[in-house]
Nanobody, 117 residues
Framework: QVQLVESGGGLVQPGGSLRLSCAAS????????MGWYRQAPGKQREWVAV???????NVADSVKGRFTISRDNVKNPVYLQMNTLKPEDTAVYYC???????????WGQGTQVTVSS
């Protein structure tokens, strides 16, 4: 199993930027992919971005061109660089991970991102 800890959330004005980090510990070499979901008040959880073990990335259409997911290597945090933030990006952002041979999805505790003037 793995433990995930997010950081980097906060309050930012529209048009601003934030970088979220997700640090994994435990069985990190069993991770197949990691990524981010978000959940705004009163809305369902929405997938945002993913990076695979082979460093293949993908982001949701709603954030394409503004958000980038990356990492330096398998041992380092996964980052979500968020640029040109909009009020509708306001949500709790959750890091997740999938592992080889496991149906369980591992989640972080979430970090609040608020975009407001």
């Amino acid at each position: 199993q793995v433990q995930l800890v997010e950081s980097g959330g906060g309050l930012v004005q529209p048009g601003g930027s934030l970088r979220l980090s997700c640090a994994a510990s435990g069985s990190i070499f069993s991770i197949t992919d990691m990524g981010w979901y978000r959940q705004a008040p009163g809305k369902q959880r929405e997938w945002v971005a993913v990076i695979t073990r082979a460093d293949i990335t993908n982001v949701a259409d709603s954030v394409k061109g503004r958000f980038t997911i990356s990492r330096d290597n398998v041992k380092n945090p996964v980052y979500l660089q968020m640029n040109t933030l909009k009020p509708e990006d306001t949500a709790v952002y959750y890091c997740y991970a999938n592992l080889y041979g496991s149906d369980q999805v591992y989640w972080g505790q979430g970090t609040q991102v608020t975009v407001s003037s």
